[in-house]
């Protein structure tokens, strides 16, 4: 998405189209496709009235101006998403499965109604409870997309591993492999020692979920 314009583009503007520039070549000065500024002209009484301050002034007002929730503007789709959400399904797969059913909404709007916590938002009070997290507010961004610690700790990737290990010559190097499987119930080891074509299988019946 484009930035919006700036005080300074909008002064640029006005003063192009007082000089009798045509509005595409003030887009082509400024970087702008023309159709922004056909807009622009559009929404503040078009070329021969246009001020850039007013402008500038009216756009950041209704910037700050609180719009309404998409879901608050669409009852069928908060309806949807609420049921979705009621069998505890998380916002972005409430979107994927709303999309299947041609019904458009972005995970971050399902987000924000939940924790508007207020049914102006298109969703009942409290629906930051139905979320997978059941959490009273939303952790900050930066937290959230912060990327996670693994969950095997401090490790060396594969990637990092000594040439002489690559090479297959030196004894004393092991690939290993775990597999589990289905419900927990059976597991194998497989282990090679680099060096050799040998491998050794070792087998497990032990209930893993326990």
């Not at 919006?4 to 503007?13: K, T």
């Amino acid at each position: 998405m484009a930035a919006r314009l700036s005080l300074d583009e909008r002064v640029f503007i006005e003063s192009s189209l007082g000089a009798g520039r045509g509005v595409a070549d003030v887009a082509q000065r400024l970087g702008r496709d023309p159709s922004t500024v056909h807009r622009e002209l559009a929404r503040c009484a078009g070329r021969a009235g246009y001020d850039a301050r007013s402008a500038h002034a009216w756009a950041c007002a209704r910037a700050r101006r609180v719009r309404a929730s998409k879901l608050a503007d669409d009852a069928v789709l908060a309806a949807a998403v609420n049921e979705r959400l009621g069998l505890r399904w998380s916002p972005h797969a409430t979107a994927a499965d709303l999309r299947e059913s041609g019904m458009s909404v972005c995970p971050e709007t399902i987000y924000r109604a939940c924790y508007a916590n207020d049914a102006r938002s298109g969703l009942p009070a409290g629906s930051w409870a139905k979320l997978p997290r059941r959490a009273r507010r939303r952790r900050p961004r930066s937290v959230a997309q912060a990327q996670k610690p693994s969950p095997l700790g401090e490790y060396r990737p594969i990637a990092d591993r000594p040439a002489d290990v690559e090479d297959r010559i030196e004894p004393g190097h092991w690939d290993r492999d775990l597999i589990v499987g289905k419900a927990n119930l059976t597991a194998a080891i497989v282990i090679s020692p680099r060096n050799t074509a040998s491998t050794i299988l070792v087998l497990s019946s032990t209930d893993l979920a326990g």
